[in-house]
């Protein structure tokens, strides 16, 4: 019998995958130096070219390898940090993995194929082409296949098993230049910040000041914004407010300037509204209306949206999906893709919420009439669905964080296949004097998808007295107000992440690691606005973290262009040339040169004015 | 028989309404004959025209008919309404947006400093930037007309806008967009810009414009347009600090 070895990404996704496979008979064997990781074996029938095969199933536990300096660039002092952008490098598995790729040579000697079950995105890939290369150590005939799926479900599982197909090497590649990247300008800036920076405060002391090329941007958002609030200065505007009594209703009318900051001004607008005595309608507007249902999840959008609604992290919410698709209960939660493919049978997933006791009516209700087919968004990765459920799971078996999430999840799933909300606008405008006004009103005939999706909130407003289309009336009032101008209010996570995806800071998948990076590194501090159920959590800059931000931009200023660090624009040209290495129009190698000549410049222009950020962290960091 | 000097003045009054200066007139064809003969009368307009919007009206129009002049008490508050009919040609000696607050204008003038823009939560890099310091023309240039690009809406103030005008005898007013005119914008309208109001309104002191009651024909004084432009944000901030309670930050 033809004998398989199967390397999945995690020991939680193999064991899921072996027993869908074996439909529940396999034997599981320890491996030697590794308590996490088990080898599954078990027979299992893959169809045409494979027929019945004899399998063992592992995992990994993510990368094998690391990517590393030569031996003597590895110490701090070793040589001028500049040095990074040229010395030598290598891959190598990382020492606490080196029994996992022994595992993986000794299974790869005894077996004919190695199929791959790597999470199928663009670290997966990589991760897959690391675990071919041990597979290749042990057995440099061994054939390589690569499943391809986006939830552990079994009759989706049995079907990837069944369509195998080819690692994507370009993907892998794009990893690797993103892995190289990281590691050379990383450790070159952050090994020229600690050694500059950390005598020169004894706050500093016990600190790495270390770079990361998003984790900079991502910081310099949350400074711009904390400075907006800071240097924000109030100033009055005043405004026309008319109001209408009429059937036992008042009716007020907002202007359609809405307000301006020049007070003489108003008050001659609102001397020739009283002089005209008059008003007149000029537009009757009523007709139908609807609120959208949402779109198909991603994952920035569960992201934003959970971080809103659940009140967790992005980094925290990001954990519990992972876990809950690794117990098979959602699909794969990392995904661009905001349409759902034709081929995906929805209605069989909705009937998977019968049994539920918050919403299985409501799934009843839409298999009996009320399923529309999903909004399609404009977005599509080709790799995974939107985030959706795959079964029904008893809350009594999840942790309450697993329950808000995966709560949120199905909510968003049947509202996306329920009807919009239906309702009926009415708009009315009127001119006085020179003066436009406006007054409207909204009555929510169906509620439909508001339902389930409970996190919308859309409301009959007022209801409107009768007007009639030219008809003069005389206002019972109207007169100036006044208002303030606020300040913005500091960044909050979910206001963090849009700014990062629009622009191209991270990928939906490390987003959540960045912000939690600059947490960790003691440049954001987080900070509770209001209490209870409105408790918003905003991001405060440290000193340290407006000190190097300002620093930079010092630095930088005067240059063409721009290129402070703390700016999204270099940043997002790598991201562009990584999709440009997955897309196959440029390569590897060019791009990791082409990036680093760039930060190359950079870190010698930092060297040269560091004294710029010596200052800034002199100005903020007393000794 | 009709000299070059009335044709051209005939000609500018009744096409753009702008009593041209005999003496400026003079100086002007004299200037231009002397190099270039047998140009037709009709290129020698377009010329004195551009001057003529390039200069200030108080060297280049003349004041003998009050009609082409402003009231000499026009800023009277105490008069509710009164009509202007004109025409009479004013040029442009500030323009300020009062739909948007001080600070906010002074954080899109720093946005551009650092070469930024922002389309809706996006940050771009604005192109064109680090050229010749000050000049914004070339932008506006390419962005032409009317098409809502993405940098054009940052940079284009949403008015109403209040002006300050000043006619050709030194008389100034304030004129404030109460329907919204073409043309009228923050980084559009340069100092020194000419138009020609008729048949307005004037409400306690204050000009009230609107597509039908005036014409823009464009222009710039140069020097007074530059200073305009690089003070500026500085005006912004001195207005902020003045206001009552300005002071106290945070």
Sequence with gaps: MTRILCVAEKPAIAKAVAQHLSGGAFQTNNITGNRY????????????????????????????????????????????????????????????????????????????????????????????????????????????????????????????????????????????????????????????????????SSALEDTIVSYGSCQFPTLGFVVDRYLRVKNFKPETFWGIKVMLQREGIKVNFLWKRVHLFDRAVVTIMLERCLLAKLARVTKVNQKPTSKWRPLPLTTVDLQMMGSRFLRMDSQTIMKVAEALYTKGFISYPRTETDQFDKAIDLKKLVEKQFPDQNWGQYARDLLDGGFRTPRAGRHNDQAHP??????????????ADEKKVYEFVVRRFLACCSEDAKGQSTEIEIEYGNETFHAKGLLVLERNYLDVYVYDKWESSQQLP?????????????????????????????????????????????????????????????????????????????????????????????????????????????????????????????????????????????????????????????N | MTTPQSQIAAQLHTTKALPVSPTWLNSFVSSTTALQRNVPISALTQTALFRILASDIRDSLHTNNPSALLPADIVDPSVQERRLPGPVPVQVLDIEDIGTSLWSQVEAIERVERGEAIRGREIVRAVNVGGGGGGGEEDEEAEGGGNPGPAASENESHGPHRLIVQDAAGTRAVAVELKRVQGISVAKLAIGAKLVIRNATVARGMILLAPDCMT???????????????????????????????????
């Design chain 1, 386 to 399: 939107p985030i959706h459920p795959v079964c029904w799971v008893s809350p009594s078996a999840l942790s």
């Design chain 1, 466 to 622: 009768n007007f009639q289309l030219g008809e003069q009336f005389e206002p019972t009032e109207a007169k100036i107000f006044d208002g303030k101008t606020t300040a913005p209010n500091y960044l909050t996570e979910p206001e963090l992440i849009a700014l990062m995806d629009a622009n191209g800071i991270g990928t939906d998948a490390t987003m959540a690691e960045h912000i939690a990076k600059i947490k960790d590194r003691h440049y954001v501090a987080v900070n509770t606005r209001g209490g209870g159920r409105n408790a918003v959590k905003e991001l405060i800059p440290t000193q340290l973290g407006i000190a190097l931000v300002e620093g930079y931009d010092n630095v930088f200023a005067g240059m063409p262009n721009n290129p402070s660090l703390s700016k999204p624009f270099l940043r997002k040209e790598m991201e562009t040339r990584m999709r440009e290495i997955c897309a196959g129009s440029r390569v590897r190698q060019e791009v990791v040169q082409e990036s680093l000549d760039m930060y190359r410049e950079y870190f010698v222009h930092t060297n040269r004015r560091i004294s710029a950020l010596k200052d800034a962290i002199r100005k903020y960091l007393p």
């Design chain 2, 216 to 250: 823009l024909l464009g222009g710039k004084i140069e020097s007074m347009d530059h200073a305009w432009k690089e003070g500026r944000k500085a005006r912004l901030l001195a207005r902020i600090t003045e206001m009552p309670g300005g002071d106290q930050s945070g």
């Design chain 1, 37 to 200: 990781v088990k080898n599954y074996s078990f027979d299992f029938n893959f169809g045409s070219t494979w027929g019945h095969c004899n399998v063992t199933m592992t995992s990994v536990l993510g990368h094998l390898t690391e990517l590393e300096f030569a031996r003597e660039y590895k110490s701090w002092l070793s040589c001028p940090p500049g040095a990074l952008f040229e010395a030598p490098v290598h891959e190598a598995v990382s020492s606490d993995k080196t029994a996992i790729a022994r595992n993986i040579q000794q299974q790869a000697r005894q077996s004919q194929a190695l199929f791959i079950w790597t999470d199928c995105d663009r670290e997966g890939e990589h991760i897959g082409t690391e675990i071919r290369k041990q597979a290749k150590e042990g057995n440099a005939r061994i054939l390589v296949k690569r499943a391809r799926f986006s939830n552990t479900e079994r009759a989706h599982v049995l079907n990837a098993a069944r369509s195998l197909m080819e690692l994507d090497d370009l993907q892998a590649n794009a990893v690797a230049a993103r892995i190289e990247l990281d590691l050379r300008i990383g450790a070159a800036f952050t090994r020229l910040l600690t050694l500059q920076l950390k005598p020169l």
